[in-house]
């Protein structure tokens, strides 16, 4: 049987199914017991849920870091909550089922959180969800829904971000979700975990054991396929395997041409789990690392701790090698629902990156303050996106030193950071030598750069065909740029989709450009690609 | 019975690390701690009552320590506050 779902990580998996039970049951439920009878299979519960969380904890320490693990020992101390016990035992000493109980508990609780004015403390809503679920999951025997007896491809519903990072990775052969969507975070960490993901299929129990076959790069998966198919599949499978290995070889040395041209490979993340797969597959640094997940999906800004446990970690993942972080790029069409921005009349050239910055720079000196304070932990640069004059850097610079002057009034440490400034408008790149003079280096994005070269949409499907990274007059700016950059002794960066288009490598490099900067899944090869060019042709 | 107040000077407050800071060297002192903001006062073994308390920078509380060794269990509350708040 063939099923055509959307796919979401590439790579090939071939193994038997397993389908994740659902999570619950909704609504009213009977108790299995007598209130005593109930009361025991509660603690008997909490104490498997209590278990579960400390094994959590234990894993985020050796995987993740102490921040991470701090949040499963907050949950721990939930589950020991006098006042979330008493709740829940009087509920079900009065008659009600544990489950229910719990729930209701739970909600209780959490919306006690969600009426604080902190917004740090209304977070924690999430966390007594959390901590009532998985109690509820250990009352149901749902609890070990993620541990695996052999390795499988996972058939499920809806996985938390948590429970990906509980996976035994090698025994996920590959994942089908029913709902997860593109940006989600769960959605880059499968990308983090290299892991062959499909979306938009319902799992279905009678799968659970059949031998399938799931390709995450058309979004196919079957359900015992067909010898024909399988044996196709295996090839493929197969094949990536052999260039991954042949692959492998480039990881652990620097791309060079063949005429001695010492390239750059850089990745661009968007999560700090992406920066560990970066080292992995060999980038030589994190070129673009976007902010912009930080609030996307979020009711709050991150406050500055949290951005500070975050840009750490990447940076700590990289081991002194450079992460250009980006400051937001949010507003116009990209506007998360805490910002009080006006969507304008035509997005794209509205309020965003570096005009809406400045323009609140409430937010902005947040995000440099955390920058700032997490600097020390490895080799950090910034830069700015949407530039279109001298004016604007100069003002950013100003804010990042009086930033850097309150933290050293405060006896907060700060670290060094290169500045440098996205050119992604033909104002920055016809202006490259006024920017020159006030940044550290250039990041070409090309993507912004074609956009409004062209003045035409990219997301627009009527101007499929016609929108063109490869126009004579993108490629001109970018010449320029690189022209000017070197003219000032600035390192010259390309981070947009251009950078991983291999029909364009050759052309880049004869420009000039430093340094190419692409999706963590391009580096191995495009650093395999650079090693065949000879420059001088 | 022995008292100080605390005026809050980190960014976060009593958010969720502080808060489990606070509860298990709470727990594992012999003399019961109370945590006061407004006319709110709660145990300081109690978690989620402290986290709800909604201490944020800037709030002063009161906090206030019975019974067993008081004044090492004042030290050691004292020096939870500086360090941590």
């Not at chain 1, 805490?338 to 997005?347: F, I, Q, S, T, V």
Request: include cysteine.
């Amino acid at each position: 049987m063939k099923l055509a779902g959307r796919p979401l990580c590439p790579g090939v998996a071939l193994g038997p199914i397993h389908v994740l039970p659902e999570a619950e049951k909704p609504g009213k439920n009977a108790p299995k017991g007598t209130p005593a009878e109930e009361l025991e299979r509660l603690e008997l519960g909490r104490q498997r849920a209590l278990d579960r969380v400390n094994g959590q904890q234990s894993a985020a320490l050796e995987k993740l870091g102490k921040e991470e693990a701090d949040i499963f020992r907050l949950h721990a101390l939930m589950l020991e909550d006098r006042d979330l016990l008493e709740t829940v035992r009087c509920a079900v000493r009065a008659g009600a089922c544990a489950e229910d109980s719990v729930r209701e508990a739970g909600e209780t609780f959490a919306a006690a959180f969600r009426a604080l004015e902190d917004p740090y403390l209304r977070e924690r809503a999430a966390d007594v969800e959390e901590v009532s679920r998985l109690w509820r999951e250990a009352l149901s025997g749902n609890l070990g829904r993620l541990e695996l007896g052999k390795p499988a491809i996972l058939c499920t519903g809806e996985i938390a971000p948590g429970e990906l990072i509980a996976l035994e990775r090698e025994k996920v052969l590959g994942l089908v979700v029913e709902r997860m969507a593109s940006d989600s975070h769960a959605a880059i960490l499968t990308r983090a975990m290299a892991l062959p993901t499909v979306v938009g299929l319902v799992p279905r129990m009678d799968w659970e054991g059949a031998f399938a076959a799931l390709d995450g790069e058309t979004g196919e998966l079957y359900v015992t396929p067909e010898e024909k198919v399988r044996d196709r599949l295996m090839e493929k499978a197969q094949a990536q395997r052999k260039i991954q290995t042949e692959l492998v070889a480039f990881r652990d040395r620097p791309a060079c041409t063949r005429d001695g041209r010492v390239v750059s490979v850089c990745a661009n993340i968007a999560a700090p789990e992406e920066a560990a797969l970066a080292r992995r597959e060999g980038a030589q640094g994190v070129g673009l690392f976007r902010t912009e997940f930080l609030c996307l999906n979020k009711e709050q800004c991150p406050g500055e701790e949290e951005q500070i446990a975050l840009y750490r970690r990447a940076l700590e993942a990289m081991e002194g090698r450079r992460v250009v972080i980006r400051t937001l790029d949010i507003g116009g069409d990209k506007c998360p629902p805490w910002l009080e921005a006006g969507r304008g009349e035509n997005p794209a050239l509205g309020l965003r990156g570096i005009r809406l910055s400045l323009k609140q720079p409430e937010l902005f000196r947040l995000q440099l303050r955390a920058i700032l304070r997490a600097a020390p932990y490895g080799k950090a640069a910034l830069m700015f996106p949407l530039v279109s004059s001298a004016q604007e850097v100069r003002a950013a610079r100003a804010l990042l030193e009086r930033c850097r002057a309150e933290l050293e009034a405060e006896g907060l440490p700060a670290g060094e950071v290169e500045v440098g400034v996205m050119i992604e408008t033909p104002a920055a790149a016809l202006m490259a030598g006024e920017l020159a003079k006030e940044a550290d280096f250039f990041s070409i994005g090309t993507n912004d750069l074609t956009q409004y070269t062209l003045a035409m949409d990219r997301q627009d499907p009527e101007l499929d065909g016609m929108y063109d990274p490869h126009h004579p007059a993108v490629l001109e700016l970018i010449r320029r740029t690189v022209e000017e950059g070197h003219r000032h002794g600035r390192r010259v960066a390309l981070c947009g989709q251009l950078g991983a288009d291999r029909s364009m490598t050759k052309t880049l490099l004869q420009m000039g450009v430093d340094e190419l900067s692409v999706p963590v899944g391009e580096v191995l090869e495009l650093k395999a690609h650079v090693s065949t060019l000879d420059l001088s042709e | 019975m022995k008292k100080f107040t605390y005026t809050v000077t980190r960014p976060n407050g009593l958010h969720g690390r502080p808060a489990a800071d606070l509860v298990t060297a709470a727990q594992a002192l012999d003399s019961t701690i109370t945590v006061g903001k407004g006319e709110r006062c709660v145990g300081a073994d109690r978690l989620m009552a402290l986290m709800t308390l909604g201490v944020a920078q800037g709030d002063t509380v009161t906090v206030t320590i019975e019974g067993g060794d008081e004044e090492r269990a004042l030290a050691a509350m004292q020096a939870y506050f500086a360090e941590h708040l």
